[in-house]
């Protein structure tokens, strides 16, 4: 057995070396069978190897469209999203906890970060109304009063925080560029809390800041403050700015509104944009129509039938006056219809509105709202991108604003993708990010 090993040995050291025939035969069938098994051993490794790296590419490439902005970052960056998602659906499958409450586990500990302060601006946890937020308050400048932005984070109301580094960064740089004081507000989070409770601590933060007691205490201007919002905040943002301007109670109202790429309906998962961007990361709409279902508290077996439901021009439930609110074949511009027809109902659709009597709810669904609502708003900022399935809800939302008689500026990325105004920083840099930061930041400081 000895020599039987050593001979063994012997090959294997030499395997570099081009063993021969006769080393072989001088080994035995002992030792012949070891090296055909260490030689399989050998070649399934390499084959699992290979195999590994396809799956892993395979994983991790989407196809996009040429004229998204620098897509391999993006592609990556999906890759990364999707397997957190894919991780919390799989702890929601084995009863470990609520997908949302793991990929939010790890996005705190990935991204939220401590109140730090600089030479130039203080930053502090506090309370809007009893809602959570932080305070960016520019130093120095005297006893002037400063403009005032609140803030509401993305994250399909389930995700996120304003205490991430992402937001952190986006609120310091506006306060110090714009010398202005930024809240950004913590509202509670799906699926713990449902509609309408993001809306009602949206609502409180804003009643809070534009008291005059808080207004003084932070040294706000009370005609120069404003509410602004990316994704899920912008809809939480257009929702309370509605809410605000209604509201004949309150003495200081918002003077502008600027919403990032609103999420503002769900009657029609069917517009063009879902249509042309349905896969296009990093919001799917799957993924969008699963927020949707668990911002309103809805049974998640409702999704299928939520995306095969047919587009709102179409549906038999929607009143006229609703769906002229929803006609994109009137509100949208041709270049942004292309090709695109109205989706009808398919086999095995069933009523999903009376289901779910939030998709109709103004406040969850600003994009509903009368003109005569929208025409007492204040100026507003409407940013979408080409490749985004919100890309027309916000389009829309601009034009019904316009309509109704609102000074609206609506900017259009043509190589923009769904997030990629926070995407402004190291390691989620993107050129459009930095772009789209930049003129926002210009127009704050050119309107409020």
């Given at each position: 057995?000895?020599?039987?090993n050593?001979?063994?040995?012997k ?16 080994l035995g069938?002992l030792?012949?069978?070891?090296l ?26 989407t ?6 902005s ?6 990556l ?15 929601q499958a ?9 990929l ?20 502090t ?21 400063r ?5 509401f984070?993305?994250?399909g ?7 991430m580094?992402?937001?952190?960064l ?9 010398d202005?004081?930024?809240?950004s507000v ?24 534009l ?14 403050v ?10 939480l ?12 109670s309150?003495?200081?109202?918002f003077?502008?509104q ?13 517009t063009?944009?879902y ?7 990093i919001?799917?709409r ?12 809805a049974?998640?077996s ?10 709102s021009?179409?549906h038999?439930s ?5 769906r002229?609110?929803?006609?994109w ?36 669904a ?13 100026r ?21 604003l316009q ?5 609206v500026?609506s900017?259009?990325?043509d190589?923009g993708?769904?997030g ?13 990010g ?13 309107n409020?």
């Open positions: 057995m000895r020599t039987s050593q001979a063994f040995l090959v294997v050291f030499d395997e570099h070396e081009n063993v021969t025939v006769c080393d072989v035969a001088s069938l030792g012949l069978e070891t055909c098994l260490h030689a399989t051993v050998m070649r399934l490794r390499w084959s699992g190897g290979v195999l590994l790296s396809v799956a892993a590419a395979y994983y991790v490439y196809p996009l469209p040429s004229a998204v620098e897509p391999w970052k993006l592609i960056l999906d890759a990364l999203f999707r397997s957190f998602i894919h991780a919390g659906d799989a702890a084995l009863g470990v906890c609520h997908s949302v409450h793991m939010n586990s790890v996005v705190s500990r990935l991204e939220v970060i401590e109140p730090w302060s600089s030479p130039t601006v203080r930053v946890d506090s309370a809007l109304g009893g809602v959570p937020a932080r305070v960016f308050q520019p130093v120095g400048g005297g006893a002037k009063l403009r005032g932005v609140l803030y984070h993305g994250g109301w389930a995700l996120g925080s304003g205490r580094r992402s937001y952190d986006l609120c310091r740089r506006m306060a110090e560029e714009l202005t004081v930024v809240v913590d509202y509670r989070l799906a699926p713990d809390s449902v509609f309408p409770d993001q809306y009602h601590d949206a609502l409180a933060a804003s009643r809070a800041f008291s005059p007691e808080v207004l003084q205490r932070f040294g706000v201007n009370p005609a120069r404003g509410v602004s919002g990316d994704s899920s905040g912008g809809n943002a257009a929702a309370v700015a509605q809410r605000i301007s209604a509201d004949d309150m003495s200081v109202k003077s502008i600027a919403l990032i790429y609103p999420v503002l309906q769900a009657l029609d998962l069917n063009p944009s249509q042309q961007n349905h896969n296009v990361p919001l799917h799957h993924l969008m129509a699963r927020f949707w279902l668990i911002y309103l508290g049974d998640p409702l999704l299928p039938h939520l995306l095969s439901s047919p587009s021009l179409l038999p929607i009143s006229p006056s609703i002229s609110h929803l006609n074949t009137s509100l949208l511009a041709a270049k942004h219809q292309k090709h695109y027809r109205p989706v009808g109902m398919e086999t095995g659709s069933r009523e999903v509105t009376g289901i779910v009597p939030g998709l109709v709810d103004v406040r969850a600003p994009l509903l709202a009368e003109q005569g609502i929208l025409g007492r708003t204040p507003a900022y409407v940013m979408t991108c080409e490749f985004d399935v919100l890309r027309d809800d916000g389009l829309m939302y601009a034009r019904r309509d109704a008689g609102v000074t500026t900017v259009h990325y190589d993708f769904h990629c105004m926070v995407f402004s920083f190291w390691p989620f840099l993107s050129s459009v930095q772009r789209s930061l930049d003129n926002y930041i210009q127009w704050l400081d050119d409020l």
